[in-house]
């Protein structure tokens, strides 16, 4: 029987949850998530995951540290924005999800933290940034 190795493309069913238990995605009631080994698409631990898996096979508790996730969060990817330079039709709320667009004309989701007086705060780490991840995966298929 064959095991995924780097440059298969694989469909695996998956549950993410946090250390709490809570479930922060999953593929259930979806089609599996395709991807290729080696590509970058995922997550470095997920990857490293589903490497030697073979097809029916399913892992349970795999912990993949923040690190190995989406890195811990960044001061430098928290800004202030002045209010005159939010759009007229946007009333920021903390807690809301917003997009700015990226010098590279790419849009960039963010979260806002902080509405001030003059300037509301926007955070563009990764939700997930700082936080231990665990997952239940089932290699669905390799080809």
């Keep these: 029987m064959s095991v995924a190795k780097s440059g298969d493309a694989v469909k695996v069913h998956y549950t993410g949850t946090l250390n709490d238990g809570s479930i922060f995605d999953s593929s259930e009631g979806k089609d599996p998530l395709e991807f290729t080994l080696g590509q ?8 490293q995951a589903v490497l030697g898996m073979s097809v029916g096979d399913k892992k349970e508790g795999v912990n993949i540290p923040s690190a190995e996730a989406y890195g811990d969060p960044s001061d430098e990817m928290v800004i202030e924005v002045p209010k005159e330079n939010v759009p007229a039709e946007i009333n920021p709320e903390v807690g809301q999800q917003l997009a700015v667009t990226r010098p590279d004309g790419q ?6 933290k902080e509405v001030k007086d003059e300037a509301i ?17 089932e290699l669905v298929s390799i080809g």
């Design 40 to 47: 970058g698409q995922m997550i470095p631990g997920f990857e």
């Design 107 to 112: 849009p960039m989701p963010v979260i806002v």
């Design 121 to 137: 705060v926007l955070d563009a780490n990764h939700p997930l940034a700082g936080k231990d991840l665990n997952f239940a995966i």
